[in-house]
C-alpha cells in the first residue's frame, strides 16, 4: 500500500488480505535490511513506510521507479500494489482505476473551485474512497522449490548481498549462508505440487525421491521448524527475506509451522 493510503494495517485487518508493510509491534531486522533496499536507503536510515515525494509527480504520472525497486517487492511474493496515484513504470499492469468522483487524494488545482476541494476533503474523513490497483511482472510463488542453491559469506554488505539476490533470485535459485551448505547434491527435480495456508503456518505436498530445497516467502526467525512425513528438516534463511527447507530423499509432504512458545507455556 503506498503512501499510506490506505494504512497496511488496515488492508490486512479489515480486508484480510496479506501485506507485505503489516506493521508489527516489533520489526525484524532481517526484513527490515530487505525493506531498506527496497526503499533504496543507507543502513543508516530506517523509513517504516513509503514517503511521499512529489518532486516524482508530474502532473499525471508517479515515478515509483525512482523511489522504489519493484524487483525486490517482486522476489518477496508482492503481486499487487494499491496506490492514490497512477503509476510510472513498465514493471507494473493497470488493473484498476478509480472513478473521477472517488480518488483518494484530491488536489486543489484538480477542481474547479475551492468550495468542491473542500467538498471532496469533508466526504474523504467518511468515506476512503477508491484506488489504482497495478500488477507486477514476474512476481515468485509463495512456495516453491529451488532451482540451485548458491552460498553466500558472512560479511558481505547489503547492497552486494541484494545484488546477488536479485541475479539469482528471479531464476528460484536460492542463496544461503555458507554455513547451511547441503550434504547432498541438488539435481533440481524437486516440484511443489500444491501447498496450503494454515494457521501458523504451511502444508507442502511435493514430488521427487532424490529431495531438494523448498523456499517459502516469508521471512526466517529460528522459531519456525519443519518436519518431512514426521520427521524434522532444517530451516534455514535465504535470500534474505525467504526461509529454505531442505527437504531429504523420499519425503512427500512438508509441514512448516511457527512455534514460539507462549510467556504462559515457560
Do not use: C
Request: glycine share 4%; hydrophobic share 40%.
Amino acid at each position: 500500500t503506498l503512501f499510506e493510503r490506505p494504512p497496511a494495517n488496515n488492508v490486512a485487518g479489515m480486508y484480510n488480505i496479506d501485506t507485505f508493510d503489516g506493521q508489527p509491534s516489533l520489526y525484524l531486522n532481517r526484513w527490515v535490511r530487505y525493506w531498506d533496499q527496497i526503499q533504496k536507503l543507507p543502513n543508516s536510515v530506517q523509513r517504516t513506510r513509503v514517503g511521499l515525494n512529489w518532486a516524482l509527480w508530474n502532473g499525471r504520472e508517479y515515478d515509483i521507479d525512482s523511489q522504489i525497486r519493484l524487483d525486490l517487492l517482486a522476489i518477496a511474493n508482492v503481486r499487487y500494489l494499491f496506490s492514490p496515484f497512477p503509476l510510472k513504470s513498465k514493471k507494473v499492469k493497470l488493473i484498476l482505476t478509480p472513478r473521477e468522483s472517488e480518488k483518494v487524494l484530491a488536489r486543489p488545482e484538480s477542481f474547479t473551485s475551492v468550495f468542491d476541494f473542500f467538498k471532496i476533503r469533508l466526504r474523504r474523513i467518511f468515506d476512503p474512497g477508491e484506488l489504482y490497483i497495478y500488477e507486477l511482472s514476474n512476481v515468485l510463488p509463495r512456495v516453491f522449490a529451488a532451482s540451485s542453491v548458491h552460498y553466500s559469506e558472512g560479511d558481505i554488505s547489503d547492497k552486494n548481498f541484494i545484488d546477488e539476490v536479485t541475479g539469482a533470485a528471479p531464476s528460484k535459485a536460492a542463496i544461503i549462508p555458507s554455513q547451511h551448505k547441503l550434504t547432498f547434491p541438488l539435481n533440481n527435480k524437486l516440484v511443489v505440487e500444491s501447498y496450503s495456508k494454515v494457521t501458523d503456518g504451511f502444508d507442502i505436498n511435493i514430488s521427487d525421491p532424490t529431495g531438494g530445497v523448498v523456499i517459502i516467502n516469508n521471512s526466517y526467525l529460528p522459531f519456525w521448524k519443519a518436519w518431512g512425513d514426521g520427521r524434522a528438516l532444517k530451516v534455514v534463511p535465504a535470500n534474505g527475506i525467504h526461509m529454505a527447507v531442505i527437504v531429504p530423499t523420499n519425503v512427500k509432504s512438508v509441514k512448516v509451522r511457527y512455534t514460539r512458545p507462549l510467556l504462559r507455556d515457560k
